[in-house]
């Protein structure tokens, strides 16, 4: 099934002739996780979805998008000032990592007691370095947290993360892809030591609409139909890479051989996790401090998601499954 799917995939963007932009989407433009959903526009929308630089603060603000991505941290943050939020399936879950330097006599997570830890406060990355040193009894305080940026390409700039492990300003960083590896990449080999635990913490990477917008039928049908189209390239990341690869490193500027070594990372399987509400209900605790508001129940948080659109997109890739028989015709009208 999927090697068929993805022969088909050049073809798909032939046979796709939409009249005009379909749909506007929000996301950071530099994420790898995002990059499913301009696959999916390139694919099957001929490229004439709309690609705005954000993520769910801009869906609840400007009713021109229909869709953002983004992880559940915003969506919390964001949910908690505008309640027509919907997460409406996910697009990658991402068991973020933690790198320490051995050579700050670090080699299990309780040393970094009293360390200078490098993530960014308020964010996912936040959320994460916070719960992984509260497995072992560490909470805010007995270490230092440094903010830093991102890299995505060595040799990393100044005031970038894997800069500041190799020159010694900070012991240790926690933070999303590839810019953690690029930290485990700018230390000599072994003189690392890297913590991950999906347990504890992994990046929920959501898609998101809102109640208007999904009550709206002709936009909903639209939302579904991108919705069915996104699930296909989903498989394609997750069973086949190779094929997106070299498409993922043009999008967000990763070179291939670091893209293959953080792909194992990143699991692209979809759906609605299970625990979603359990970790929105969780994790609403963090943001609520950060963010200097009282935490909403776990039932209010409950509320933000939304399986219905991902039932009726599952609904219409069966059909079209079961009318196609793999020649791809039928993906036209979409
Ligand atoms: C894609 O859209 C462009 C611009 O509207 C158009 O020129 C081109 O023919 C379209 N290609 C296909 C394959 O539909
Ligand atoms: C990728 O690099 C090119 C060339 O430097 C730049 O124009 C583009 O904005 C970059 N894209 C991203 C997502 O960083
Ligand atoms: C929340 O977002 C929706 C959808 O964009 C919008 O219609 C509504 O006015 C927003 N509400 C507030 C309080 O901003
Ligand atoms: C809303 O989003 C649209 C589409 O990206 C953009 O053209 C417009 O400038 C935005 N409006 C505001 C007020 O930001
Ligand atoms: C939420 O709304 C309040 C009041 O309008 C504003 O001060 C705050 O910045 C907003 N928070 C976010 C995360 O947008
Ligand atoms: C994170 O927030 C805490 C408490 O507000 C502060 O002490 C710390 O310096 C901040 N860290 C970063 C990386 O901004
Ligand atoms: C980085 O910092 C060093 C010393 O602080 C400085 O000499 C150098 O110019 C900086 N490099 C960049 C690219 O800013
Ligand atoms: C929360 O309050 C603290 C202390 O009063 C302040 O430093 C911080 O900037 C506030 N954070 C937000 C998101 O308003």
């Not at 919390?76 to 309640?83: E, H, I, S």
């Not at 898609?207 to 939302?223: G, M, P, Q, V």
């Not at 991108?226 to 699930?231: E, G, M, Q, R, T």
């Not at 219905?308 to 609904?315: P, R, W």
Request: proline share 4%.
């Amino acid at each position: 099934m999927m090697a068929r799917l993805s022969f088909l995939l050049p073809l798909l963007g032939l046979l796709t002739v939409p009249a005009a932009a379909v749909l506007t989407i929000s996301a950071a433009l530099n994420v790898i996780e995002y990059v499913p959903l301009l696959t999916t526009s390139e694919d099957y929308y001929n490229s004439s979805a709309i690609f705005v630089n954000g993520g769910v603060a801009p869906l609840v603000r400007n009713s021109s998008i229909d869709l953002g991505a983004n992880a559940e941290t915003q969506a919390l943050r964001n949910y908690a000032n505008n309640t027509s939020l919907r997460i409406i399936w996910n697009i990658a879950e991402v068991p973020y990592r933690l790198v320490a330097n051995r050579a700050a006599g670090i080699s299990s997570l309780s040393d970094l007691k009293g360390k200078r830890v490098g993530t960014i406060n308020g964010t996912s990355a936040g959320y994460f370095v916070e719960q992984l040193l509260k497995t072992v009894g560490l909470e805010y305080g007995d270490y230092q947290t440094i903010a830093g940026n991102i890299c995505h390409e060595a040799p990393c700039g100044n005031r970038t993360f894997p800069d500041m492990l190799a020159r010694g300003e900070v012991d240790a960083f926690g933070i999303w892809e590839p810019t953690l590896q690029l930290g485990i990449d700018a230390l000599p080999a072994g003189q690392t030591v890297v913590f991950q635990d999906r347990k504890v913490y992994r990046e929920i990477y959501n898609l998101h609409s809102t109640k208007e917008k999904l009550a709206d039928k002709k936009k909903r049908k639209e939302i579904v139909v991108f919705l069915k189209n996104l699930i296909k390239a989903q498989r394609v990341f997750e069973e086949e890479p190779e094929k997106v690869y070299a498409r993922v490193s043009a999008a967000v500027n990763v070179s291939v051989p670091l893209l293959e070594k953080v792909w194992r990372v990143h699991d692209w399987s979809g759906g609605i996790p299970e625990d979603l509400v359990d970790v929105l209900g969780e994790e609403e605790k963090y943001i609520a401090r950060v963010d200097n508001r009282t935490a909403s129940s776990r039932e209010h948080v409950a509320k933000m998601v939304d399986g219905s659109v991902l039932v009726e997109a599952l609904a219409l890739l069966k059909k079209e499954e079961r009318r196609g028989e793999g020649h791809g015709k039928e993906h036209g009208r979409d």
